[in-house]
């Protein structure tokens, strides 16, 4: 069992670090081809943050363990708003924009309720997988369109994802790192799901609830780091865009894979438990969000709340 949590611990830095690598090479080698920056920022660099979910979520599909995959998209959802967002604002008070109200959080409820709808059945289609993919590139399309407009202008979302995108790398180095990105994702995220299940057997865990515990909470933790650095250099908009842009990529881009990969009826406490809990914390960093007295901002009070709610939401499930 020992070995299983080591390699484990090994699969999530070896994960996270190979998709960082592979997110470097491919932009690198898109701009050297020509491609513009927006196209690479919206596209390759805007879901980095979500390989590590992705590929977890593929290689969970592929072993027939659609609750873990299920379970880590929603969990991690859940996990970025009440964990990630707390830690965040436990250290600094958040200030939220009102360009992130009027355009981030309206599509984050919407997608959360288009994820609510797919699972509340208890089955999980290709046809669903599908349409949360063709939604994807909608809404990649749209981001492009309205920057290209004019009309997203320092975005925190477009604008973090266009500022990431390497500049001058030699396309040899950027195509090593592409390889090797390629190469260490699949294996590193296969070792990690099948140490997860390991554990999960020992434990006596159902596959869904070592989705929605281990795998979403280590999966969570390059958001946490990104949110980190964005108070402590106090861009704001920048560590709460990065939650609202991943949590949104999470149900459209992570939780499309599992439709497609492997359709199959899923756990009811998915749509009978977890789902309202993603819900209600979508729901309550909107609330928070909403300014009654002048001033937009989530406070370190408001922070201790969601990371008590993260505690007592582990609690229960475990």
Same mark, same amino acid.
């Given at each position: 069992?020992?070995?299983?949590?080591?390699?484990?611990?090994?699969?999530?830095?070896?994960?996270?670090?190979?998709?960082?690598?592979?997110?470097? !090479?491919?932009?690198?080698?898109?701009?050297?081809?020509?491609?513009?920056?927006?196209?690479?920022?919206?596209?390759?660099?805007?879901?980095?943050?979500?390989?590590?979910?992705?590929?977890?979520?593929?290689?969970?599909?592929?072993?027939?363990?659609?609750?873990?995959?299920?379970?880590?998209?929603?969990?991690?959802?859940?996990?970025?708003?009440?964990?990630?967002?707390?830690?965040?604002?436990?250290?600094?008070?958040?200030?939220? $924009?009102?360009?992130?109200?009027?355009?981030?959080?309206?599509?984050?409820?919407?997608?959360?309720?288009?994820?609510?709808?797919?699972?509340?059945?208890?089955?999980?289609?290709?046809?669903?997988?599908?349409?949360?993919?063709?939604?994807?590139?909608?809404?990649?399309?749209?981001?492009?369109?309205?920057?290209?407009?004019?009309?997203?202008?320092?975005?925190?979302?477009?604008?973090?994802?266009?500022?990431?995108?390497?500049?001058?790398?030699?396309?040899?180095?950027?195509?090593?790192?592409?390889?090797?990105?390629?190469?260490?994702?699949?294996? $590193?995220?296969?070792?990690?799901?099948?140490?997860?299940?390991?554990?999960?057997?020992?434990?006596?865990?159902?596959?869904?609830?070592?989705?929605?515990?281990?795998?979403?909470?280590?999966?969570?933790?390059?958001?946490?780091?990104?949110?980190?650095?964005?108070?402590?250099?106090?861009?704001?908009?920048?560590?709460?865009?990065?939650?609202? !842009?991943?949590?949104?990529?999470?149900?459209?881009?992570?939780?499309?894979?599992? !439709?497609?990969?492997?359709?199959?009826?899923?756990?009811?406490?998915?749509?009978?438990?977890?789902?309202?809990?993603?819900?209600?914390?979508?729901?309550?960093?909107?609330?928070?969000?909403?300014?009654?007295?002048?001033?937009?901002?989530?406070?370190?009070?408001?922070?201790?709340?969601?990371?008590?709610?993260?505690?007592? *939401?582990? *609690?229960?499930?475990?």
């Amino acid at each position: 069992m020992l070995l299983s949590f080591v390699i484990l611990i090994l699969g999530f830095a070896a994960l996270v670090w190979s998709a960082d690598r592979f997110v470097f !090479g491919a932009a690198a080698l898109a701009r050297n081809f020509g491609v513009p920056t927006l196209v690479v920022g919206l596209t390759i660099v805007a879901m980095g943050s979500s390989a590590p979910e992705m590929m977890v979520a593929a290689q969970a599909a592929l072993a027939d363990k659609t609750d873990t995959a299920v379970g880590n998209a929603i969990g991690s959802n859940i996990a970025n708003i009440l964990l990630v967002l707390g830690v965040t604002a436990l250290l600094r008070p958040l200030s939220v $924009s009102s360009g992130i109200l009027k355009r981030e959080m309206p599509l984050l409820i919407l997608v959360s309720l288009a994820a609510w709808f797919i699972v509340s059945d208890s089955h999980f289609s290709f046809l669903e997988g599908a349409a949360l993919l063709a939604g994807f590139v909608i809404f990649l399309l749209l981001l492009m369109v309205i920057t290209k407009k004019g009309g997203a202008e320092g975005d925190p979302l477009i604008s973090e994802a266009c500022d990431e995108v390497p500049n001058d790398v030699p396309t040899r180095k950027a195509l090593f790192w592409l390889v090797v990105g390629m190469v260490l994702l699949p294996i $590193s995220s296969g070792y990690l799901v099948d140490a997860a299940v390991d554990i999960a057997k020992y434990f006596g865990m159902s596959d869904l609830l070592i989705g929605l515990t281990i795998i979403a909470v280590g999966t969570s933790l390059p958001e946490l780091a990104a949110c980190i650095a964005g108070v402590l250099k106090q861009e704001d908009d920048l560590a709460l865009g990065n939650i609202i !842009g991943s949590n949104i990529f999470n149900i459209l881009a992570v939780l499309s894979i599992t !439709g497609i990969i492997n359709p199959s009826n899923i756990d009811a406490n998915i749509a009978g438990r977890d789902i309202f809990i993603m819900l209600g914390a979508t729901l309550t960093l909107v609330f928070m969000s909403l300014s009654f007295t002048g001033t937009r901002r989530i406070n370190r009070l408001e922070g201790g709340v969601l990371v008590a709610a993260f505690i007592a *939401y582990m *609690y229960y499930i475990i």
